[in-house]
């Protein structure tokens, strides 16, 4: 069937006697109506505007188009929404969504569109700590890394007997000559090198750092800041410290012992180690061998290095045959055999580590957090602030207003396909703005599910204490 188009119409065939013709005439649609749930979420946690607040903004008031404001809402609303690079919002700054989530429906200059374009946006991402002549507004590293644990412990009701913090680095790779930039040979890349902290699947921190260091590198600095947070406002909490091998390092794990933390990260195997578990590993092999599946045995015992520790403690080994060789792991921890066995420790506990991977991998393949292109590391930790609070937002709707739905588990790159990318006509009247949304939506009722339970709890968050 041939198409024929022209500059105003396109003609597809024929249906049943019925021409098929498309053009780009319908006036204000979007194709994000669906985002109206971030902007219920927003007000549910109160993040965007504590989020800007966290910014200086040094421009004269009368010069202005854009406040912070709307600008940081633009842009942690559209990374929520896909758009990863400034330049969507060229168009994107005259999408009606758009202008309701950053509250501004008409520009003051009829010039200017009401929400900012690319230009804009890029001198905010180049925002520095202090302001200067060319850069007038100015961001406040420690307040926007505190705020990610305030909205952590908020989205509590009461507070948790204990809690598990994972600690993990990864790669963010680059493909410029960015600042910083240095060639990791384990992940045979140029990268940066991110330090991640979560509680289940609250983002607690992420921080930016160069890649030419151990994985450790700041990790006790970082925990002892989200740790004296924490313990402000629940002082009675048990906060277990959970890691690969890389953070098993003296200080951090006498950083722990000093201050009533706890820890379980894993151990680098080496020679003295495995020989220590000669037995059990033997006994796993013969098992294997009589019933052909993999067999573990477990042993503890007290450990210390020939120099690094500074004194002896306790090791799990899992002393593991599977497919016709020997497979030994090894776990530290400051925990007591009465809190926790051998095998429980490793099984229940320390694997549970690899749920965290799946947070990182929605963090950046999701929310684009290792879109770190800019020139500079300071510009690009800024990028990382904002793809964390998009993740903490698109949380924050899973957990409230999602809950107990077919989307309770989804990752946020679901969410946003199923519930967020929803076409609409959008009619503006003097009293009102109707979105039309699709009928046909097949997630219609999930929807409405959402936007019902978030408008309560942003109602029960205004109301007086």
Same mark, same amino acid.
């Given at each position: 069937?041939?198409?024929?188009?022209?500059?105003?119409?396109?003609?597809? +065939?024929?249906? *049943?006697? /019925?021409?098929?013709?498309? #053009?780009?005439? =319908? &006036?204000?649609? %979007?194709?994000?109506?669906?985002? !109206?749930?971030?902007?219920?979420?927003?007000?549910?946690?109160?993040?965007?505007?504590?989020?800007?607040?966290?910014?200086?903004?040094?421009?004269?008031?009368?010069?202005?188009?854009?406040?912070?404001?709307?600008?940081?809402?633009?842009?942690?609303?559209?990374?929520?929404?896909?758009?990863?690079?400034?330049?969507?919002?060229?168009?994107?700054?005259?999408?009606?969504?758009?202008?309701?989530?950053? +509250?501004?429906? *008409?520009? /003051?200059?009829?010039?200017? #569109?009401?929400? =900012? &374009?690319?230009? %804009?946006?890029?001198?905010?991402? !180049?925002?520095?700590?202090?302001?200067?002549?060319?850069?007038?507004?100015?961001?406040?590293?420690?307040?926007?890394?505190?705020?990610?644990?305030?909205?952590?412990?908020?989205?509590?009701?009461?507070?948790?007997?204990?809690?598990?913090?994972?600690?993990?680095?990864?790669?963010?790779?680059?493909?410029?000559?960015?600042?910083?930039?240095?060639?990791?040979?384990?992940?045979?890349?140029?990268?940066?090198?991110?330090?991640?902290?979560?509680?289940?699947?609250?983002?607690?921190? =992420?921080?930016?750092?160069?890649?030419?260091?151990?994985?450790?590198?700041?990790?006790?600095?970082?925990?002892?800041?989200?740790?004296?947070?924490?313990?402000?406002?629940?002082?009675?909490?048990?906060?277990?410290?959970?890691?690969?091998?890389?953070?098993?390092?003296?200080?951090?794990?006498?950083?722990?012992?000093?201050?009533?933390?706890?820890?379980?990260?894993?151990?680098?195997?080496?020679?003295?180690?495995?020989?220590?578990?000669?037995?059990?590993?033997?006994?796993?092999?013969?098992?294997?061998?009589?019933?052909?599946?993999?067999?573990?045995?477990?042993?503890?015992?007290?450990?210390?290095?020939?120099?690094?520790?500074?004194?002896?403690?306790?090791?799990?080994?899992?002393?593991?045959?599977?497919?016709?060789?020997?497979?030994?792991?090894?776990?530290?921890?400051?925990?007591?055999?009465?809190?926790?066995?051998?095998?429980?420790?490793?099984?229940?506990?320390?694997?549970?580590?690899?749920?965290?991977?799946?947070?990182?991998?929605?963090?950046?393949?999701?929310?684009?957090?290792?879109?770190?292109?800019?020139?500079?590391?300071?510009?690009?930790?800024?990028?990382?602030?904002?793809?964390?609070?998009?993740?903490?937002?698109?949380?924050?709707?899973?957990?409230?207003?999602?809950?107990?739905?077919?989307?309770?588990?989804?990752?946020?790159?679901?969410?946003?396909?199923?519930?967020?990318?929803?076409?609409?006509?959008?009619?503006?009247?003097?009293?009102?703005?109707?979105?039309?949304?699709?009928?046909?939506?097949?997630?219609?009722?999930?929807?409405?599910?959402?936007?019902?339970?978030?408008?309560?709890?942003?109602?029960?968050?205004?109301?007086?204490?």
């Amino acid at each position: 069937m041939q198409t024929e188009c022209s500059a105003e119409r396109f003609d597809f +065939g024929m249906v *049943e006697r /019925r021409a098929v013709e498309a #053009a780009f005439d =319908a &006036g204000l649609v %979007t194709s994000d109506a669906g985002a !109206l749930l971030l902007g219920a979420t927003d007000r549910a946690i109160d993040l965007v505007d504590r989020f800007a607040n966290c910014f200086r903004d040094g421009r004269r008031p009368d010069l202005i188009e854009h406040t912070v404001a709307t600008l940081v809402r633009q842009r942690v609303f559209g990374i929520a929404l896909g758009y990863e690079d400034l330049n969507d919002h060229d168009e994107l700054r005259h999408d009606p969504v758009m202008a309701v989530l950053a +509250g501004k429906l *008409e520009s /003051r200059r009829e010039d200017c #569109a009401p929400v =900012a &374009g690319k230009s %804009t946006l890029n001198r905010l991402e !180049l925002s520095r700590e202090e302001p200067t002549r060319y850069h007038k507004i100015a961001y406040q590293a420690a307040a926007i890394e505190a705020l990610l644990v305030k909205l952590f412990l908020e989205a509590h009701a009461r507070p948790p007997q204990q809690i598990i913090l994972d600690l993990d680095a990864t790669d963010d790779p680059l493909h410029g000559h960015q600042e910083g930039r240095f060639f990791h040979g384990y992940y045979d890349c140029y990268c940066y090198l991110p330090l991640y902290v979560f509680c289940g699947r609250h983002l607690l921190a =992420a921080k930016l750092r160069r890649s030419d260091i151990d994985a450790s590198a700041g990790s006790v600095e970082e925990v002892a800041r989200i740790a004296a947070q924490i313990r402000t406002r629940w002082p009675f909490v048990r906060i277990l410290l959970r890691a690969d091998s890389g953070f098993a390092r003296e200080g951090l794990m006498a950083w722990c012992e000093e201050n009533r933390v706890d820890y379980v990260f894993g151990l680098a195997r080496n020679a003295r180690l495995v020989a220590m578990i000669e037995a059990e590993l033997a006994d796993a092999k013969a098992a294997a061998e009589r019933s052909g599946r993999p067999a573990r045995r477990f042993k503890d015992f007290q450990w210390s290095t020939r120099d690094s520790w500074s004194g002896k403690r306790r090791v799990i080994a899992k002393a593991e045959w599977t497919q016709g060789e020997a497979n030994p792991r090894f776990i530290v921890t400051s925990l007591k055999r009465a809190a926790a066995g051998a095998r429980h420790l490793y099984e229940d506990i320390y694997c549970a580590r690899g749920d965290m991977e799946n947070r990182i991998k929605e963090c950046q393949l999701d929310l684009y957090a290792d879109r770190t292109s800019a020139a500079t590391m300071r510009a690009n930790q800024l990028r990382l602030y904002f793809a964390s609070m998009a993740y903490v937002l698109m949380c924050a709707l899973r957990r409230i207003g999602l809950a107990e739905t077919i989307f309770a588990d989804a990752t946020c790159g679901t969410i946003r396909l199923r519930l967020l990318k929803i076409g609409a006509l959008v009619r503006i009247s003097v009293r009102r703005i109707k979105i039309a949304m699709a009928s046909a939506c097949p997630a219609a009722d999930e929807w409405s599910l959402a936007a019902r339970r978030l408008t309560e709890a942003a109602k029960a968050r205004a109301a007086p204490i």
